[in-house]
């Protein structure tokens, strides 16, 4: 540590020897300035900069406007330092220890691993900076998109691709609630959902015909926004994946609406296919209030209805038998109508052995994990209230970094 101390200290030292201008030449003693006039040269001025080898002097040139008197610092634009006193290294790491855990166990581990002396407060603003800062870049994307301006994504044929949304809820601060309504009646709303969609592919299934994901295939988008706008993220996401080169198109869900109206509007003609998981979990729903608390016979129950008619994709059988259900209950008799009404809305969508015949998943179980690895390791932690904006800022970020691209995005952003 003794060692890392002085070699930082040298580098430092070194550093801000190369970080002195000199004095501009006369030629070079005006700039433009935004008003339309010149700034002239006045002296070179100093500020303090944390880099990754510690402080550093920067000294440059500053010019003022006579007209506006506005100052500039052309030296600070070309280095990224302009209204910061961290360097571009230092952000970018504030940026990596900001997206994977709680802001103040960043600040701590840069302290171990990088003997930096930040506070969790600029972990939290920098990491926020360059999300927000790639969601803009990715919305610029989504408005070509939008347009019909993206570029055709060339490349080898895909055998099958996935898309699978779903949506999650995380806390947020009272303001980001007030006129909505929460799950429990007469209740406010305590939380925000985030919908996260998901892309990858297949081109295998094992011996006994079961699929199987493409590894390192799967990548991430997602924000607090509602389903139209979530709906053309999830289209530039399928798009530069190489939607259109896909031989086979799977959209999977949990057969909510918001879904089917986007896989119908944005991916048409894909195979649409509701989670077999969810399905089953809508006949434990009438099973439980046929029979509460008898788990032999609502076990008896499902083992007729789901093994028998939905895992066998008989889905007129299996509404014709809900709807024949008789409760003089009128909760149970509008629930049972409820799913029954689930069912035959997504019918088509419930072809399970069909779907398996062509190896192809049944299940959203990746969106599942996507839920909790995106969303919820990070967003959903004890005592975690979010704004909207920082909240799709961390997402914007995490997802650069799970897909792999935050090192793309950082060599674009130093090249522009």
């Not at 994977?100 to 600040?107: N, S």
């Not at 994709?313 to 689930?342: C, F, H, M, Q, W």
Request: glycine share 8%; proline share 4%; net charge positive.
């Amino acid at each position: 540590m003794a060692v890392r101390s002085a070699a930082h200290q040298a580098g430092a030292a070194t550093l801000s020897n190369l970080l002195r201008f000199p004095v501009p030449s006369a030629e070079q003693r005006t700039v433009p300035c935004a008003c339309g006039q010149q700034a002239i040269y006045r002296e070179l001025r100093s500020k303090t900069v944390l880099t990754v080898v510690g402080p550093v002097e920067v000294t440059r040139p500053y010019y003022l406007c006579v007209r506006c008197h506005t100052g500039q610092f052309p030296a600070d634009l070309e280095l990224d330092i302009a209204n910061t006193e961290f360097s571009p290294g230092v952000r970018r790491m504030q940026a990596a220890v900001g997206h994977d855990a709680p802001f103040d166990h960043g600040r701590r581990q840069l302290q171990l691993l990088a003997g930096l002396a930040v506070t969790a407060k600029s972990v939290e603003r920098n990491a926020e900076a360059i999300g927000e800062h790639i969601a803009a870049r990715g919305q610029t994307e989504i408005n070509k998109a939008v347009q019909l301006d993206l570029p055709l994504v060339t490349g080898k044929p895909i055998p099958i691709m996935y898309i699978q949304m779903d949506g999650t809820g995380v806390h947020v601060v009272r303001k980001e609630t007030e006129g909505r309504k929460g799950k429990t009646a007469g209740e406010p709303a305590r939380t925000r959902e985030v919908k996260i969609g998901c892309v990858f592919t297949q081109t295998s299934h094992d011996e006994a015909g079961f699929a199987i994901r493409d590894p390192d295939s799967t990548t991430y988008t997602g924000a607090i926004e509602t389903a139209e706008e979530f709906g053309k993220r999830l289209y530039l996401e399928a798009w530069n994946r190489g939607w259109t080169r896909a031989a086979k198109k799977v959209v999977l869900g949990d057969g909510a609406e918001w879904i089917r109206n986007l896989a119908a509007q944005h991916f048409p003609g894909a195979i649409q296919i509701v989670d077999l998981y969810h399905a089953r979990q809508h006949l434990w729903t009438v099973a439980r209030l046929l029979y509460p608390g008898d788990a032999s016979r609502q076990q008896a129950w499902m083992k007729v209805h789901q093994e028998g008619l939905l895992d066998q994709g008989k889905i007129e059988e299996l509404v014709d038998a809900l709807r024949l259900l008789a409760s003089g209950n009128p909760a149970l008799a509008e629930t049972i109508r409820t799913e029954a009404d689930y069912f035959q809305t997504n019918t088509e969508r419930m072809r399970y052995p069909e779907y398996r015949r062509q190896h192809l998943f049944v299940g959203s179980g990746v969106i599942e994990a996507g839920c909790k690895t995106v969303i919820g390791s990070r967003l959903k932690q004890s005592g975690m209230f979010w704004t909207v904006r920082g909240a799709n800022a961390i997402i914007a970020l995490r997802c650069s970094h799970l897909n792999g691209r935050f090192e793309d995005y950082w060599e674009s952003r130093r090249a522009a």
